[in-house]
């Protein structure tokens, strides 16, 4: 945040935002500020919240031209230090007085990415340089979210080993879009999509509602056989729909509807 009349405010509306979205500042040293979704405990939805704080953020500053506002992303493993006295459970809340420490590559790059100059664009069109309110991820970070948000692939620029992309907006197509069509091979679930098939068959037997619950900890592959299994329905004339219920998103209690409608 460039430095203004309006810097103090800025910041504080930047956190609230960051924290609606269940992310940790962990440093509001102006003019800059850095923040971490993760901690103290991981979940599927990080980068998704991420960009969404990350959008609402550029947008709500966008309009006072006193302010530039750079914004780098990136995902990845970081290193969290707890001080003997900090309770695990208010982790988030103790990184104001310095009980957490947060470090890594992603936090590195991140800030690289708010901090160098903008990459040029590669194609999809040339974006206006020097504009005042940006957004800049690494490829690893929008993976499997480019339904989400209309992204803009640019050189490398500040990063050497991840391709680098301009977060333009939300796409109208995220509550409920379809899943992104890049992905790696899916092999080794063959049980568990035929206990879902025979759940499916199951169903069309029956009146009422059939539900099925996949349960996982985070990051074995939940979502991705879901997507998968939806997509084999797709493929045999099946009816299918997509929504998103996270408990960060309590603010908006209807919000899982929305993309179903």
Aim: charged residues 25%; glycine residues 10%; aromatic residues 4%.
């Amino acid at each position: 945040l460039a430095q203004s009349e309006h810097a103090r405010d800025a910041m504080a509306q930047a956190i609230a935002i960051i924290e609606d979205k269940g992310g940790s500042v962990i440093d509001r040293q102006a003019p800059v500020l850095k923040a971490v979704f993760g901690l103290p405990l991981a979940r599927e939805s990080d980068a998704r919240r991420c960009l969404e704080a990350a959008v609402d953020l550029r947008d709500a500053l966008s309009d006072d031209p006193a302010l530039s506002v750079r914004i780098g992303v990136d995902a990845g493993i970081l290193r969290t230090r707890i001080s003997a006295d900090a309770d695990a459970s208010a982790a988030a809340e103790a990184d104001a007085n310095g009980a957490v420490s947060v470090s890594g590559e992603a936090l590195e790059q991140a800030a690289s990415l708010s901090g160098a100059a903008a990459p040029s664009a590669a194609r999809q069109g040339e974006a206006a340089e020097g504009e005042p309110c940006e957004i800049f991820a690494t490829e690893r970070t929008v993976r499997r979210l480019e339904h989400r948000f209309i992204l803009q692939v640019l050189d490398q620029g500040a990063s050497q080993d991840q391709q680098v992309m301009r977060v333009c907006a939300r796409s109208s197509a995220a509550d409920g879009g379809a899943a992104p069509g890049r992905q790696s091979a899916f092999g080794g679930r063959a049980p568990f999509l035929a206990a879902l098939r025979a759940s499916w068959a199951e169903a069309q037997g029956v009146q009422g509602l059939r539900t099925v619950s996949i349960q996982g900890p985070p990051g074995v592959g939940k979502t991705r056989l879901a997507d998968e299994f939806l997509q084999m329905l797709e493929g045999e004339g099946g009816c299918t729909a997509r929504t998103v219920c996270d408990r960060y998103d309590r603010s908006a209690p209807l919000e899982p509807l929305h993309g179903l409608i």
